[in-house]
């Protein structure tokens, strides 16, 4: 039997919420209305969202059986409060912030509605293809009963994802690897673009050499863990590392301090003696 199909209401029409959002209409459900607080958002509810009016936070809750809170983390504390004012039981309110758990969402459980915190394990860019993305993509999903997990799981199974339970206490932490995953390797790929273009003159050759390298070491690292971190800090070849760190220091500066952190960590976890001792003796 197929499960059956809700009204949506989406706050807010960020990259998050509308791609979540453009993904349960895909499956068949209906965004009936949306919370876009600015220029950006409504153009993005009204390009990607078209069949969803504009409305407030009253408005949304109040007519949708499924509730989708996608703002910023600090301020969802403020938008459950009001949320709980307009819900009862018979509705679900879902959250997609990584950093908090279920029990923010407690003044809505209080009125009986089902309470779920569902975080996609994706990035956004605020384009069509997040949609696509999501296929595939695990959630990190923190719930207080059994009945809110199958509805978890049924959601998440909908959008061809799969559900990876977080314990209430743990969900920081869980951030923290995202964030330390995504995030940093972001920053690290960023200066490894511009140091290499700084080098060959021009960024598309940059891009061209690093991707097949970057996409080799990044599956080798998931599959085989520490064992496959390889290069100079791995080696233990310490001169190699004061080279580098000599011409990243003339030639892009501001990517010098990244590389000696992450040598430092990478001889941490590969036991490497030199390379330790040279970024302790650089104040490194």
Do not use: K
Not at 45 to 64: E, S, T
Not at 99 to 119: C, E, K, Y
């Amino acid at each position: 039997m197929a499960a059956p199909r809700l009204s949506v209401g989406v706050i807010s029409a960020g990259a998050v919420g509308v791609a979540v959002g453009a993904a349960l209409e895909r499956v068949g459900h209906r965004v009936r209305a949306v919370v876009a607080p600015s220029a950006a958002s409504a153009t993005r509810a009204r390009l990607r969202l078209p069949g969803a009016r504009v409305g407030d936070i009253a408005d949304v809750a109040g007519h949708a059986e499924l509730i989708l809170l996608a703002v910023p983390d600090p301020a969802l504390p403020a938008v459950a409060e009001e949320v709980a004012r307009h819900v009862g039981p018979g509705r679900i309110v879902v959250h997609v912030a990584g950093a908090l758990g279920r029990a923010v969402l407690d003044p809505v459980a209080l009125t009986g509605a089902m309470t779920i915190a569902a975080h996609p394990a994706m990035t956004f860019a605020g384009v069509a293809a997040d949609v696509d993305r999501l296929a595939g993509c695990h959630w990190g999903v923190t719930v207080g009963d059994d009945l809110s997990r199958t509805v978890a799981e049924l959601l998440i199974g909908e959008l061809g994802g799969r559900a990876v339970l977080i314990p209430e206490r743990s969900r920081t932490l869980y951030h923290a690897a995202m964030a330390h995953g995504a995030n940093h390797l972001g920053a690290v790929v960023g200066d490894a673009v511009r140091i290499l273009a700084e080098a060959v003159g021009d960024r598309g050759p940059a891009v061209d050499l690093l991707a097949p390298l970057l996409s080799a070491s990044l599956d080798n690292v998931l599959r085989y863990g520490d064992s496959a971190l390889t290069g100079p800090a791995a080696r233990d070849d310490a001169a190699a590392v004061a080279a580098h760190l000599r011409e990243l220091e003339r030639a892009v500066p501001g990517a010098a301090p990244g590389y000696a952190t992450l040598a430092r960590r990478i001889a941490q976890l590969r036991g490497c003696p030199e390379v330790l001792r040279l970024l302790d003796a650089e104040g490194r």
